[in-house]
């Protein structure tokens, strides 16, 4: 069976493409050139299951037409991860809101055009942003669930890069789940959409050489590369580790019941104080280098919270989270490693 993976050179997708390869399926992963196509090639040693397209910006409506017109025939289940996660951007349209909407939208009118009757599941990687406007984030009286949606709207998202990204992954889910209303008799597949709260855990190849993570990984590198008397930024949300969310991009097209299902991967709250009094305990290389901050006090920041209900997840992909010191320690270890300080 052969799985299409966008994006495939991302913190969530080569875990996803490690799973898969382990799996037995062969992946064609796409990458925006030929140099991350030719890295990642190299880094999986060439297996021989393996292979890469380059698809150079999912903004362009016509993004995937080339893929599906040469391998449509033979690709059977999508996984659609890329999508910009960043916040050093300044033009929230331009660098989140289109790419997001128009990669999803590009990937599924190919599917459309190229592979209507080929292709059996496609997987969207969305996001718990596509389920609350950051406007209630510490509003702990709100619940929600797999039935929530963030309701920001195109023009009042762009006030900052959190708000403009949380309202892109939603814009693109939506995009998705209408997609399929509209196109239901032309199109074979069966659509699942992956909501992963902030995702840590170690990266599946560590880079030495590189000093700036991806997104939510960055938050705990920060961590551990801070001055004692540093200022953290205070954080809370939710966590997930890295590899319950690949484990979860393969259950959501391998079992028949998470189909039309929306899965919000989430392991519980976190806060700046947590990851700190973890990393304390936990690492006695790092005491007295990295801030302590308030010990203990991270309960009260989770308590004013917005809070999550995935029972329903749980229940339909039926296993087990990591918990979160096990995702912290193993993030904190590998950062450590690469810097040669374990
Ligand atoms: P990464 O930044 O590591 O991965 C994003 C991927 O999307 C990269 O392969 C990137 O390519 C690609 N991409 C971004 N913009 C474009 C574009 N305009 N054209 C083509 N490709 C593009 O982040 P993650 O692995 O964390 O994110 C993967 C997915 O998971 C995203 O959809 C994200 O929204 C979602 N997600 C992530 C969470 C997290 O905490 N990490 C939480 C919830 C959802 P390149 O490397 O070349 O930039």
């Given at each position: 069976?052969?799985?299409?993976?966008?994006?495939?050179?991302?913190?969530?997708?080569?875990?996803?493409?490690?799973?898969?390869?382990?799996?037995?399926?062969?992946?064609?992963?796409?990458?925006?050139?030929?140099?991350?196509?030719?890295?990642?090639?190299?880094?999986?040693?060439?297996?021989?299951?393996?292979?890469?397209?380059?698809?150079?910006?999912?903004?362009?409506?016509?993004?995937?037409?080339?893929?599906?017109?040469?391998?449509?025939?033979?690709?059977?289940?999508?996984?659609?991860t890329a999508s910009p996660f960043?916040?050093?951007?300044?033009?929230?349209?331009?660098?989140?809101?289109?790419?997001?909407?128009?990669?999803?939208?590009?990937?599924?009118?190919?599917?459309?055009?190229?592979?209507?009757?080929?292709?059996?599941?496609?997987?969207?990687?969305?996001?718990?942003?596509?389920?609350?406007?950051?406007?209630?984030?510490?509003?702990?009286?709100?619940?929600?669930?797999?039935?929530?949606?963030?309701?920001?709207?195109?023009?009042?998202?762009?006030?900052?890069?959190?708000s403009a990204y949380c309202a892109?992954?939603?814009?693109?889910?939506?995009?998705?789940?209408?997609?399929?209303?509209?196109?239901?008799?032309?199109?074979?597949?069966?659509?699942?959409?992956?909501?992963?709260?902030?995702?840590?855990?170690?990266?599946?190849?560590?880079?030495?050489?590189?000093?700036?993570?991806?997104?939510?990984?960055?938050?705990?590198?920060?961590?551990?590369?801070?001055?004692?008397?540093?200022?953290?930024?205070?954080?809370?949300?939710?966590?997930?580790?890295?590899?319950?969310?690949?484990?979860?991009?393969?259950?959501?097209?391998?079992?028949?019941?998470?189909?039309?299902?929306?899965?919000?991967?989430?392991?519980?709250?976190?806060?700046?104080?947590?990851?700190?009094?973890?990393?304390?305990?936990?690492?006695?290389?790092?005491?007295?280098?990295?801030?302590?901050?308030?010990?203990?006090?991270?309960?009260?920041?989770?308590?004013?919270?917005?809070?999550?209900?995935?029972?329903?997840?749980?229940?339909?992909?039926?296993?087990?989270?990591?918990?979160?010191?096990?995702?912290?320690?193993?993030?904190?270890?590998?950062?450590?490693?690469?810097?040669?300080?374990?």
């Amino acid at each position: 069976t052969t799985v299409f993976v966008s994006g495939a050179s991302g913190f969530i997708a080569l875990h996803v493409v490690n799973d898969l390869l382990n799996a037995g399926y062969k992946v064609i992963g796409s990458a925006r050139s030929q140099e991350k196509c030719d890295q990642l090639l190299a880094k999986f040693k060439n297996h021989p299951s393996l292979s890469m397209v380059i698809v150079p910006d999912i903004s362009d409506l016509n993004a995937f037409d080339d893929v599906f017109k040469k391998y449509g025939k033979e690709i059977k289940i999508v996984l659609h991860t890329a999508s910009p996660f960043r916040f050093d951007v300044n033009d929230y349209e331009k660098d989140l809101l289109i790419p997001a909407l128009n990669g999803t939208k590009s990937i599924l009118n190919a599917i459309k055009q190229y592979a209507a009757q080929t292709v059996e599941r496609v997987v969207i990687t969305s996001s718990m942003a596509a389920q609350l406007n950051t406007i209630y984030m510490n509003d702990k009286s709100i619940t929600v669930d797999e039935t929530s949606w963030n309701d920001a709207t195109w023009e009042g998202c762009q006030t900052d890069p959190v708000s403009a990204y949380c309202a892109s992954k939603g814009f693109a889910e939506k995009a998705a789940w209408d997609f399929l209303k509209e196109n239901k008799d032309q199109v074979k597949f069966k659509l699942s959409t992956v909501l992963p709260v902030y995702v840590f855990g170690p990266q599946l190849f560590p880079e030495p050489s590189k000093k700036v993570l991806n997104t939510s990984s960055e938050i705990i590198n920060q961590i551990v590369n801070a001055d004692k008397d540093t200022e953290l930024m205070q954080m809370n949300g939710g966590f997930i580790d890295v590899r319950d969310v690949a484990k979860a991009h393969l259950l959501a097209f391998q079992k028949d019941e998470c189909a039309g299902e929306r899965l919000s991967l989430y392991g519980g709250m976190f806060s700046t104080q947590d990851f700190l009094d973890i990393i304390n305990e936990d690492f006695p290389q790092l005491k007295g280098k990295i801030p302590v901050g308030k010990p203990g006090t991270g309960k009260d920041v989770i308590e004013n919270s917005y809070k999550i209900n995935n029972e329903r997840t749980k229940k339909l992909l039926g296993f087990e989270f990591i918990n979160k010191r096990d995702c912290v320690d193993a993030s904190v270890q590998q950062i450590l490693e690469t810097e040669g300080k374990l």
